[in-house]
């Protein structure tokens, strides 16, 4: 039986530990993982570090495949992804229904929080909305860069910081934190998540089996309950 190298953004880390258990027991191979921002996998796979899956956004995937990191085999979506607002729980509810809405929001707020602009896609979004409504010199000292899984979410959840934007399926099940919901379809990203085995890999036939249990219709619910919508 092998052991599986999965390299992963940080959007489907709490779906992938609640149903890798499964996939161990049925196949009978192992898994380890390794869940980073987006920028940090990138150098980790530019320095030569090896996986048998590779999990990101889709587009990263096509400039992988391109360049013959991944096969285009097995390749498969694992679901779409929003950026959604978060606060601690208790904690009034700020209107977001349109993008003024949104703007009136943040500049209200004491301290946001999103990951760091470069580092993922939604970090990088913030960012240039932020830039995109005026108040990146009202914000500067109010806002706090830290991805929701590297200690975000405990900031929210702590009350330092009243708003958090982060990937859906990264806060809908966090200790503390309600969502209030998606950044208006105008100012929204949604990020297309997908998974591919990698050129290099080994054991291809086991890194093609995780992928299809991963996607295999049965787990739909589980996915949508991860706070991935399906793709169209």
């Keep these: 039986m092998a052991t599986l190298r ?32 987006m920028s ?35 390749r498969a979506i694992l679901g779409l992804v929003s950026i959604n607002a978060v606060i601690r729980t208790g904690a009034p509810k700020p209107d977001l229904s349109t993008p003024d809405k949104v703007k009136h929001a943040i500049l209200k707020s004491r301290a946001i929080t999103h990951a760091t602009p470069g580092a993922t896609p939604s ?68 990020t297309i998540y997908g998974a591919a085995v990698t050129a290099a890999s080994g054991v291809p036939d086991a890194a093609t089996a995780f992928i299809a249990f991963m996607t295999d219709t049965m787990h739909r619910a589980a996915w949508t309950r991860a706070g991935f919508d399906p793709a169209p």
């Design 123 to 190: 970090g990088t979004h913030m960012g240039k909305l932020i830039e995109q409504m005026g108040i990146a010199d009202a914000m500067k000292d109010r806002i706090i860069h830290r991805p929701a899984l590297e200690g975000g979410v405990q900031l929210v959840a702590s009350g330092q910081a009243e708003i958090g934007f982060y990937p859906k399926s990264e806060v809908i099940n966090a200790d503390g934190l309600t969502v209030v919901g998606p950044l208006p379809a105008p100012i929204q990203l949604t």
């Design 6 to 37: 999965i390299m992963s953004g940080g959007a489907p880390k709490e779906i992938f530990l609640q149903l890798t258990p499964q996939f161990e027991r049925k196949s009978g191979h192992k898994v380890e993982f390794v869940f980073a921002v």
């Design 40 to 74: 940090t996998l990138r150098d980790k796979i530019a320095a030569g570090e090896k996986a048998d899956v590779l999990v990101m956004p889709t587009n990263i995937l096509d400039e992988y495949q391109k360049n013959g990191v991944v096969q285009a085999r097995a």
